[in-house]
């Protein structure tokens, strides 16, 4: 009763303009509750898109989050942005890049003596891309690009993770953000990737289930993110989507939350689709 008492949610709503034009509202649930409070989570692709909003509700959910990307200069405005907001310190950036695979052991380990608790309990691994070619104009450079960000980067963090779980005894999470692409036919190297990441995670679930490390993936359709050329306030209306709609970042966030407190510990290797139905309900969609 008294974890439930500590959920709460609010509702935003998206206003969408159907190919009719005619403007539907859409409720989302914005959770703000307690089911992080002490842990600190590590978020690899923090400065943008699903990364972010992952950050944003980890932090409403009592967790103190380090933000992970490339770019020092978007770390630092996207930090000071949500400090603004919460007014509580409990949000850091540092550049990690997933591709300098030698400097991810040290890259770990310094992030965690950024808050004073000296330590990472969860880690969520959101860098990637997206291919722009395609099939027949797919380069071995763009090919290279998408699966060292996507698998490789992926592999390298959960491996120096792992290892720095282990060794502090640390019973943690880890979790991957795969795709609905896992399930479709694979021809692009991100529906490639993405396939990877799931039998990685089924993989990885089973070799660190005996050291208290909780493995999983989850697993986006459509989502309106900047690599998808689509922001939040845009027309989110997409045809051919059972949903009707692009998902906003939020509700990939509000899933990810559960997925990594302590309600998800029995949650193990498995990849939790959420796609508006697109390639579940609807395969190539």
């Not at 500590?6 to 959770?31: F, G, H, Q």
């Not at 991100?190 to 039998?199: D, E, F, H, L, N």
């Not at 208290?212 to 997409?238: C, H, K, S, Y």
Request: net charge neutral; hydrophobic share 45%.
């Amino acid at each position: 009763m008294g974890l439930v008492k500590k959920m709460k949610s609010a509702i935003r709503w998206l206003y969408l303009l159907t190919k009719e034009e005619k403007m539907v509202k859409v409720p989302v649930p914005v959770n703000t509750n307690e089911l992080l409070k002490g842990k600190v989570a590590l978020i690899t692709g923090g400065s943008s898109g699903i990364g972010l909003a992952i950050g944003e509700a980890f932090l409403n959910s009592g967790c103190k989050v380090i933000l992970a990307g490339t770019s020092e200069e978007k770390l630092k405005d996207v930090v000071e942005k949500i400090q603004t907001d919460k007014k509580d310190g409990r949000v850091v950036g540092t550049v990690i890049n997933v591709l300098d695979t030698a400097a991810l052991p040290s890259k770990i380990r310094s992030a965690a003596e950024l808050f004073e608790e000296g330590r990472i309990d969860i880690l969520v691994n959101s860098a990637g891309v997206l291919n722009k070619s395609d099939y027949f104009h797919m380069t071995e450079e763009e090919y290279d690009q998408i699966m060292d960000t996507n698998v490789k980067g992926t592999f390298f963090m959960c491996q120096a993770m792992a290892d720095y779980m282990i060794e502090k005894k640390v019973h943690g999470h880890i979790l991957n953000v795969s795709s609905s692409s896992a399930l479709r036919p694979a021809w692009t190297p991100y529906q490639i990737s993405k396939w990877a990441v799931r039998g990685f995670t089924l993989g990885l679930a089973d070799l660190l289930l005996p050291h208290g490390i909780v493995v999983n993936a989850i697993a986006p359709g459509p989502v309106a993110t900047p690599m998808q050329r689509i922001g939040e306030d845009e027309n989110l209306f997409l045809l051919g989507q059972p949903s009707k709609r692009f998902a906003v970042p939020s509700e990939i966030a509000n899933l990810a939350v559960f997925m990594v407190s302590d309600m998800g510990d029995l949650i193990v290797g498995d990849s939790f689709y959420i796609t508006g139905g697109s390639g579940t309900v609807s395969l190539h969609n």
